[in-house]
């Protein structure tokens, strides 16, 4: 069971000349993905500091892979699982799901950063208030999938 699921429809300008969905969505799809898993613990990709710099999470990589096309007003589900918490990132593994059918899956990779204005990035470990959120998060849903396979039995 994914940590997170989304649910959005297709729109028309999302589509090219084929009226399939342009590949490209894919990607900004997972990371709109990764916005609202963030925001629904309570966290933010961009979160302003005091100091008016930002703790930060740019990509560090990302991949997509695509089995079946995704049309015009289909409704597609984002599955979203933390797939590991490093020192300084998060790996995320998000399946793209119509109806039944998984339709693509890929992964990003996100850094923790100081973003400065007019200065380089600064990858820093991520912050121990943040950690404590990803790893509750973790802990619920290996508590719903255990309860759940318990009530099954």
Same mark, same amino acid.
């Given at each position: ?57 740019? &990509?560090?990589?990302?991949? +997509?892979?695509?089995? %079946? $096309?995704?049309?015009? /007003?289909?409704? *597609? ?29 890929? &992964?990003?990779?996100?850094? +923790?950063?100081?973003? %400065? $204005?007019?200065?380089? /990035?600064?990858? *820093? ?29």
């Amino acid at each position: 069971m994914p940590q997170f699921i989304a649910t959005r429809r297709v729109e028309f300008s999302e589509t090219d000349m084929a009226g399939i969905v342009h590949f490209a969505n894919f990607y900004r799809w997972m990371e709109e993905a990764e916005g609202e898993y963030r925001r629904s613990l309570g966290l933010s990709i961009m979160e302003p500091r005091e100091d008016g710099s930002y703790l930060g999470w740019p &990509r560090v990589s990302a991949s +997509c892979s695509f089995e %079946r $096309p995704l049309t015009y /007003l289909d409704v *597609v589900q984002l599955r979203l699982d933390v797939e590991r918490i490093g020192v300084k990132s998060v790996s995320f593994y998000i399946e793209f799901w119509k109806a039944d059918q998984r339709v693509a899956y890929g &992964r990003i990779k996100t850094a +923790c950063c100081i973003c %400065r $204005p007019n200065a380089p /990035l600064e990858s *820093v470990a991520i912050p121990e208030y943040q950690l404590a959120v990803l790893h509750e998060s973790e802990e619920l849903l290996r508590n719903r999938v255990e309860r759940r396979e318990s009530e099954e039995a």
